[in-house]
């Protein structure tokens, strides 16, 4: 990668998978040759939630700029002055390849340029195949760690847990459904314990992940109760 890299034009690199299966052990790959201080703020302050260049991965299925950002997803002021900090450190512009598997992960690979020189526009179609494979490979590295059991969720638990990520209350739910309030907040409290979590917002996130349920069909309830 970092042969490849220099012969396109980049100064630094990342490559990151992250494996989120009913079926495996959350599990992580990454891989970059950033400046050392850059790495420790990055990990020392959390700022992977914070990163819009994260953020935009999920906007998007091609390749992009940095620079282009903004078109993807809000700026922050906190967004814009993490990567004026970035800019400091010699990450100061990028292009993002972005790969996702619904129900299994998703990742990122990036290659980087300092203030020395400008984005090699012409590598980019280049860094976007290269980034592909190299995803690839960090899946599979991933993939072939051991299974543990999946969760099983039940057709009547996906209901429930689909109509409260459609902002539903337990109530409103078992209207819907025409079962009983208490019914509703068993099948819950059964999914979340299949889950092993305790929280709705991480019973849903959960389920998004997994694919139990979909972000459209999640958007098609929100319309039809307009």
Request: hydrophobic fraction near 40%.
């Amino acid at each position: 990668m970092a042969a490849a890299r220099e012969t396109m034009g980049f100064h630094h690199f990342a490559v990151s998978y992250d494996l989120r299966t009913i079926e495996h052990e959350p599990a992580t790959v990454l891989l970059h040759d950033y400046p050392a201080e850059w790495a420790k703020v990055y990990v020392s302050f959390d700022l992977a939630g914070k990163d819009p260049v994260r953020r935009a991965c999920d906007k998007t299925m091609r390749g992009f700029e940095w620079g282009n950002l903004a078109n993807l997803v809000p700026m922050t002021p906190g967004d814009r002055q993490m990567l004026a900090i970035g800019r400091e450190v010699g990450v100061t512009d990028g292009y993002t390849t972005p790969r996702h598997i619904p129900g299994e992960g998703s990742g990122s690979c990036s290659f980087v340029v300092n203030d020395t020189a400008p984005l090699p526009r012409t590598m980019l179609f280049t860094a976007e195949i290269l980034g592909a494979v190299a995803l690839g490979a960090a899946r599979a590295i991933l993939v072939g760690r051991q299974r543990v059991e999946a969760p099983v969720i039940s057709d009547r638990q996906r209901e429930c847990i689909l109509w409260s990520a459609r902002g539903k209350s337990a109530e409103d739910t078992a209207t819907i459904l025409g079962i009983s309030q208490e019914t509703v907040n068993r099948h819950l409290k059964l999914a979340r314990e299949r889950y092993d979590v305790h929280t709705r917002q991480s019973l849903v996130l959960s389920a998004l992940f997994d694919g139990i349920i979909g972000f459209r069909d999640i958007f098609r309830g929100w319309r039809s109760s307009k």
